[in-house]
């Protein structure tokens, strides 16, 4: 990677102590002495001048040391009186000539020199401001240009998202063949929109579309576009364009474009009009562009919901390719992706690491395993083993182990019993997700404890029964305090939160209450393009409200009795299993079922 040297005044103090090093080394090696006339006539009375030279104003020469050897003389320098010298000099032995005073040194370390070096530091200056302002006047250079065998990224790199794969495998076919389209009179999308969740590829899914048709990829982030100066996003836009015409066939993909694309006509402010002026300019060059010229636009976006309309209108994206969240079967594709690049042990399973980890997109599943690598070679292991992962899928969900904070006895004793009561619900209720570990080991900014559930499969509806299940589940830790204690703690605030979201949910979402029947109360969670102001309450009675408060209440209660009902059947089992938790601090899920059966 080629360094960048920046400007720094240390520089400007090093030339100028150069300089005052240089002159004094010449002044030391051009010693001259200066004598008055006076004496200088003396000498050349008793014999001791042998050289001068004489300019208009001075002489300047060599004389004898006296006491010294014939052969040993030293410079001298006087100011010329006499102006008939010359007929006086003819008497003695002295070598004499005219010479014209140079000034040349002189002006050159009193002049030259300074003026240079500060026309340099001021040029180094200038340079180093115009670099960091160079973004006001490059345009539309300012996309990353991949030439083809730039970009090693192809579809073998990209897994888990199979049907985008494929919809885009069409958009290589046509850079690669465009005869077969337009024989029949087709034409190929103008513009592909990529939409998804952040982090599951569409970055990656685009460079790989550039890789593999063997094109020129033009890259830029829809920020990137925009400026303080009125007109610099616009022409940035004409100028890609250009650009991507004069290289085409060739792929241009803009990152982020809601950045740039969000709709217009909200605010008014300067910037608001610039961003604007950007998004009109890249309207037109998508209606102006030829098909045929073979210039794809690719975009991405995590927020279609906040896109113009008339960019997502049939001419300009005509085509959305949806990148979502990989199920079970994309996330083992995805690991064995990552897991290449990193030495396993035996023990490792994939598709138990697939379980592992329910809604994880690709990037997350790539921190996993370099963090399940970094505890490896942490624990001075020679390879990645199914501890190593765990660990790292607990440090994702739960946050890093707290071991160095202190916690009291009693505290750890509540944590162990409410953790432990999470289990023996969730154990005991059918359709529950399965309990794989429980700690009380404090992880992250608050949780003193937790219980991890793993599912078994991929789950995109839930039930009734279901959801009553996960809430009763929710409020067992509260249930175990209650009945152990006889009082209660703070530590259920996070679980009375999600019991509370998904009881309300059942109601107004999901219509799964009789007294309110098959009804949907719940508003939309943001405005269709931008988030302005306050949500606002959903358009019901007041009475309406009431009774879903009532609703609400209703099934919170029924749930935690269900919860205590448990708990106080399974007593014995509480007790054991939190003085185990204690014991341990950590406990597996199939140990608490070897309680429950009354293995050992």
């Known amino acids: ?6 400007f720094s005044l240390w520089y400007v103090l090093l030339g100028i102590w150069l300089v005052f090093i240089i002159q004094g080394y010449l002044a030391s090696l051009l010693a001259i002495k200066t004598i008055p006339y006076s004496q200088f006539l ?23 040391v006296e006491g010294g050897k014939p052969d040993e003389t030293v410079l001298f320098r006087t100011i010329r009186v006499d102006p008939e010298l010359s007929a006086m000099l003819e008497k003695y032995p002295v070598v004499f000539k005219g010479e014209i005073e140079s000034t040349f040194l002189r002006d050159l370390f009193s002049w030259v020199f300074p003026i240079l070096l500060f026309v340099g530091v001021w040029y180094l200056m200038m340079r180093r401001i115009g670099s960091q302002q160079a973004g006001f006047m490059t345009l539309g250079k300012k996309a990353k240009i991949y030439m083809e065998g730039d970009l090693n990224v192809t579809f073998k790199d990209v897994a888990g998202v199979d049907e985008a794969k494929q919809e ?49 990829f033009f890259s830029i982030s829809g920020s990137e576009f925009v400026e303080m100066f009125v007109g610099m996003g616009a022409a940035r836009v004409r100028d890609l364009f250009v650009q991507a015409k004069q290289k085409a066939p060739c792929i241009i993909f803009i990152d982020e474009l809601d950045a740039l694309g969000k709709a217009r006509g909200f605010g008014g402010i300067g910037g608001h009009d610039e961003r604007e002026q950007t998004l009109n ?35 300009r994206f005509d085509r959305h390719v949806l ?31 697939a379980n592992m980890t329910p809604g994880m997109v690709g990037a997350d599943l790539a921190n996993m395993v370099n963090e399940a690598a970094l505890l490896a070679v942490r624990h001075n292991k020679q390879a990645v083993g199914m501890a190593e992962f765990e660990e790292a899928v607990e440090r994702i969900i739960a946050g890093l182990e707290k071991k160095n904070r202190l916690i009291n006895a009693q505290e750890r004793e509540i944590v162990a019993f409410h953790e432990m009561g999470h289990a023996l619900v969730a154990l005991s209720l059918p359709g529950t997700d399965p309990v794989q570990k429980i700690s009380i080991i404090p992880r992250g900014i608050a949780a003193l404890g937790y219980t991890m559930q793993v599912p078994t499969e991929d789950r ?58 098959q009804v949907y109360l719940a508003r939309e ?14 358009e019901f009675s007041e009475a309406t409200a009431q009774a879903v408060d009532a609703e609400v209440r209703r099934i919170i209660d029924e749930q935690y009795a269900r919860a205590l009902a448990i708990l106080s059947e399974k007593r014995a089992v509480l007790e054991a299993g939190a003085r185990l938790l204690l014991e341990k601090e950590k406990v597996d899920g199939e140990e608490i079922k070897a309680l429950m059966e009354g293995r050992p």
């Not at 990677?1 to 920046?6: A, D, G, L, S, V």
């Not at 102006?288 to 690719?298: A, E, Q, R, T």
């Not at 969670?525 to 959903?538: D, K, T, V």
């Open 460 to 517: 995109f509806l839930m039930k009734k029964t279901e959801l009553l299940n996960k809430i009763a589940t929710l409020l067992g830790g509260r249930a175990a305090e209650a009945l152990v204690f006889g009082d209660i703690s703070t530590g259920a605030h996070n679980d009375l939160a999600r019991a509370t979201e998904t009881a309300r949910s059942m109601i107004m979402e999901y219509g799964m209450s009789d007294a309110l029947g």
């Open 525 to 538: 969670r943001q405005n269709r393009f931008l988030e302005i102001g306050p949500r606002q309450a959903g």
């Open 281 to 315: 300019q890249l309207l037109v060059e998508m209606d102006g562009f030829d098909p045929k010229v073979g210039v794809i636009l690719m975009a991405a976006t995590n927020r279609p919901e906040i896109l113009d309309p008339a960019l997502l209108r049939a001419g």
């Open 168 to 216: 885009l495998m069409e958009i290589i076919d046509f850079l690669k063949n465009p005869g077969r389209f337009t024989e029949l009179g087709g034409r190929i999308p103008k513009g592909i929109l990529l939409v998804g969740p952040p982090g599951t590829g569409k970055t990656l899914l685009a460079k790989a579309v550039a890789g593999e048709s063997g094109v020129p």
């Open 1 to 6: 990677m080629e360094k960048r040297h920046r």
């Open 42 to 64: 003396n000498l050349l009375k008793s014999g001791r001048i042998t050289e001068i030279a004489v300019s208009a104003n001075q002489i300047q020469g060599k004389m004898r």
């Open 323 to 353: 990148v979502d969240r990989p199920d079970k079967k994309g996330r083992e594709e995805i690991l064995r992706v990552h897991l290449k690049k990193v030495r396993l042990a035996p023990d490792v399973d994939v598709e138990k690491l």
